[in-house]
């Protein structure tokens, strides 16, 4: 491998678990934290040996919640990480948090071990809608996480924000988004709620015990956030994503151009080679594999051979150049850039325009995409209607090894 490798690592644990969530993450099974430590440093050392310690330019501890480890957990990892791989100087290292999980000293410990990023999920600022989304804090705690953040020394912040719930006003979000932004974070991420099948809060739905959100009001608050994070300054980079200049999550931007990016732990996604794979979720069965396996060695090739001779590894996909063009097409367009024209040349040895030329004429008439700058991107009314757009260009992959 000499590609550089975005890495995402796994923490399945969470002290409770929302009823919104349906990311492979578990409550009640703390007893099994020192073993999977144990075992994901094992899978970390095997892939650095297996791909013969490539550069990695971000890492990102997602879950779950990474905050909820023993600080000492973090550090362990993290030091696994830099014995396994080359991680460069100037890597963005990443740890998603909750409000109330960390105080001066753990996020002390964070920063000396090399973390240089905090994404905290503060999701609202209304006590009634935390309530709603089975959030531990409050919105008086949220405020007093960040500050302590500010204060233990982080200097680039994430505040994660939810919109288009049930019982959320306009009103609500509004005053959510403007103080939020009073806090003058690095960046912020926004997400509309989806009712992901099989949680409680689906189930809320349909039983009729919970009102089914608005999708037009889910659209006006995300006009406002677009209006309010234009006046002060941020750059709306990505659909879901604002950041101050030069702040992007650089991690993100690895998925968003459809770059290399390893997962590692139960249910973490990887992309090398031509290859998408995932890891078997159950965290149980993840360590039972882990504590088996054998130390690997370089490979001359990653294949699927080689990836599958992973004992976690679930699933392999081999992706196509019709299925890789239409997911470059689909990530690329959600950020502000677009896709250049020029990289999907280089990238595809095809011209965007041969490869989707009718697509582009159609959504372009449609108000949908737009080339501007040697690129084609999302106009204003497209970002709205995304799925829509992103449909065309998969009209053709059904022969993806093309």
Request: net charge negative; with cysteine; glycine share 8%.
């Amino acid at each position: 491998m000499s590609k550089r490798v975005a890495l995402y690592v796994h923490i399945p644990f969470c002290e409770t678990k929302c009823p919104y969530c349906d990311f492979n993450t578990y409550a009640r099974i703390e007893s099994l934290m020192p073993a999977y430590i144990k075992s994901l440093r094992r899978e970390i050392t095997q892939w650095g040996a297996m791909l013969g310690r490539p550069k990695v330019h971000t890492v990102f501890f997602g879950g779950g919640t990474p905050s909820y480890l023993p600080s000492e957990d973090f550090v362990a990892v993290l030091s696994e990480i830099h014995q396994a791989f080359q991680v460069e100087s100037d890597a963005e290292i990443t740890l998603e948090a909750n409000p109330g999980d960390f105080d001066k000293a753990k996020l002390t410990a964070y920063l000396e071990a090399g973390a240089n990023r905090l994404s905290i999920g503060v999701q609202s600022l209304d006590d009634r809608l935390l309530s709603l989304l089975g959030r531990r804090h409050d919105a008086a705690q949220a405020v007093s996480a960040y500050r302590l953040a500010r204060e233990a020394g982080f200097e680039n912040v994430s505040v994660d924000l939810m919109y288009g719930l049930p019982h959320q006003t306009l009103d609500d979000w509004t005053a959510t988004v403007e103080r939020a932004a009073a806090l003058e974070p690095e960046h912020l991420s926004m997400y509309c709620l989806t009712l992901e099948k099989g949680t409680p809060m689906e189930q809320w739905v349909k039983a009729g015990t919970m009102p089914e959100p608005d999708g037009d009001l889910a659209a006006d608050m995300y006009v406002v956030a677009e209006e309010k994070m234009e006046a002060l300054g941020y750059r709306h980079y990505e659909i879901s994503n604002w950041a101050k200049q030069g702040l992007e999550s650089r991690h993100n931007l690895a998925y968003w151009r459809n770059d290399a990016y390893l997962g590692v732990g139960p249910g973490a996604h990887s992309y090398l080679n031509g290859m998408r794979f995932a890891n078997l979720r159950p965290p149980k069965e993840y360590v039972r594999l882990m504590e088996s396996a054998s130390t690997s060695k370089a490979v001359g090739v990653l294949d699927e051979a080689a990836v599958r001779s992973v004992r976690v590894v679930d699933s392999v996909e081999v992706i196509g150049r019709r299925l890789e063009m239409a997911e470059t097409m689909m990530m690329g367009l959600r950020l502000d850039t677009g896709v250049g024209e020029e990289a999907f040349a280089r990238r595809f040895g095809s011209a965007m325009e041969k490869a989707y030329g009718p697509e582009m004429a159609e959504l372009t008439q449609d108000g949908l995409v737009e080339r501007a700058d040697g690129a084609l991107r999302l106009t204003a009314r497209g970002r709205l209607l995304g799925n829509r757009v992103f449909s065309r260009f998969f009209a053709e992959t059904a022969d993806s090894t093309a």
